[in-house]
């Protein structure tokens, strides 16, 4: 269990907001899939006033790089991938359609019911007010607001969430997009604004693509809307430690979360609860269970009896700047030679030279006098036969 802006979640995963979570149907199916809550497809006056997002363009979603991963750990099929989109369905065009939607799932559903709240180039506060005002009459038990569906590019508007939080008692939860702010400037002022919680990040807009080499064609238009996937959850990560470090109100952790391994790094940096969409395309709803059984098990063998026992353990370890780093340390490479398998990965990319082959030419020696102590052989060796070792 996690508590999470007042709401009980049986574990801390979350269906995000897009089309897998647009109707009651595919709500269940989240549920199903072992979701401990859901944010639907965010609803807002968006539809009517912007001709742009009046039709689905087809085809709009292209998995690219399947199987492919840097990370040996997370290479099985389909773990590495990026989910291209161009366009996106909508949800009905009026919030007041979308509330019998919502109603539905209220009643069909075991788990919370996040709903999510967009309006895209639609200024006004008050057509945030009033959709949140609907659908908390129509069950919700907490709002999202996607803040990056506002005019872009400057996308994150404090008065958003205060105009919302102003008309709702309900929850609110405020999603920052990627790429328009900086969380740690932002996040204190959402907060303020009233935010119960802050969810980051959501995708912005931006040129993605990708060309399929084989077939000689793109993968599929440059996105409008960007994507989601696992290649840039670097950066949600980035996002969540420097808002852990901001403010004082919950996180929710989202982009990139395909196995449960990830979301274990959103809550070491801080995020209570973590959103997965772009793998639930790649891999269903199943997936959802899997993340959560996964990180169940972690935290048992790790004897974490509740997410809050780890939650932002590694925010000691980021190095607030440069100031707090201990320059030229006394470091350098040292080789195991039962372990080396003279394979060269290390002398070929060492750019000071000071690796080479032992005379035994069973292994490889350091020259510690030449060795810059940057590490980077350790990255390559491929066995493990290198560390680094403090000489003082
Ligand atoms: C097809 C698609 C539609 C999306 N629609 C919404 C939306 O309506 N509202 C929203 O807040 N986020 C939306 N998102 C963003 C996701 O909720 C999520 O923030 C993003 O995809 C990053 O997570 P991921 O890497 O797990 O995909 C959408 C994403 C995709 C791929």
Redesign the pocket.
């Known amino acids: 269990m996690v508590s999470f802006v007042g709401l009980e979640l049986k574990n801390p995963i979350i269906a995000?907001?897009?089309?897998e979570t647009w109707n009651v149907s595919d709500l269940l199916k989240a549920e199903k899939g072992g979701a401990g809550a859901v944010v639907t497809?965010?609803v807002g006056y968006h539809s009517k006033t912007e001709a742009r997002f009046v039709g689905h363009p087809r085809p709009r979603y292209r998995l690219v790089n399947k199987g492919f991963s840097w990370d040996p750990a997370l290479d099985k099929e389909g773990a590495f991938f990026s989910?291209y989109?161009l366009g996106?369905m909508q949800a009905p065009e009026e919030p007041e359609q979308y509330a019998d939607v919502v109603r539905a799932a209220k009643e069909a559903l075991s788990i919370p019911l996040i709903v999510?709240l967009?309006n895209v180039w639609v200024p006004p506060y008050k057509e945030w007010a009033k959709t949140a005002k609907i659908m908390e009459k129509a069950g919700a038990d907490a709002l999202e607001l996607?803040l990056?569906a506002h005019p872009m590019p400057k996308a994150t508007d404090p008065n958003i969430v205060r105009s919302v939080r102003d008309a709702v008692s309900l929850p609110v939860i405020a999603?920052m997009m990627i790429g328009t702010e900086d969380p740690k400037e932002m996040g204190p002022q959402l907060e303020k604004a009233g935010a119960d919680a802050i969810c980051a990040i959501?995708?912005g807009p931006g040129l993605c693509l990708e060309v399929d080499v084989q077939a000689e064609k793109l993968a599929l238009q440059p996105s409008f809307l960007a994507?989601?996937?696992p290649w840039y959850r670097p950066i949600g990560l980035a996002f969540i430690a420097q808002l852990a470090r901001s403010v004082n109100i919950p996180l929710s952790g989202?982009?990139?979360?395909v196995t449960w391994e990830d979301a274990a790094k959103y809550i070491m940096l801080g995020a209570t609860t973590v959103?997965?969409?772009?793998?639930i395309y790649a891999h269903g709803y199943g997936t959802l269970g899997e993340i959560a059984d996964g990180l169940a098990r972690f935290m048992h063998a790790k004897g974490y009896s509740s997410v809050e026992a780890f939650r932002g353990k590694l925010l000691d370890q980021l190095v607030p700047d440069w100031g707090n780093l201990e320059l030229d340390a006394p470091v350098a490479a040292a080789v195991e030679d039962r372990k080396c398998t003279v394979c060269g990965r290390c002398i070929d990319t060492c750019f000071y030279d000071a690796i080479s082959l032992a005379p035994s030419r069973k292994s490889v020696v350091i020259d510690r006098g030449k060795c810059d102590g940057c590490g980077l052989c350790v990255s390559r060796c491929l066995v493990g036969a290198l560390s680094m070792k403090r000489f003082d």
């Open positions: 995000a907001s897009a089309s497809k965010s989910l989109r996106e999510s967009a996607d990056s999603k959501g995708t994507t989601g996937g989202v982009t990139g979360v959103q997965v969409c772009a793998a």
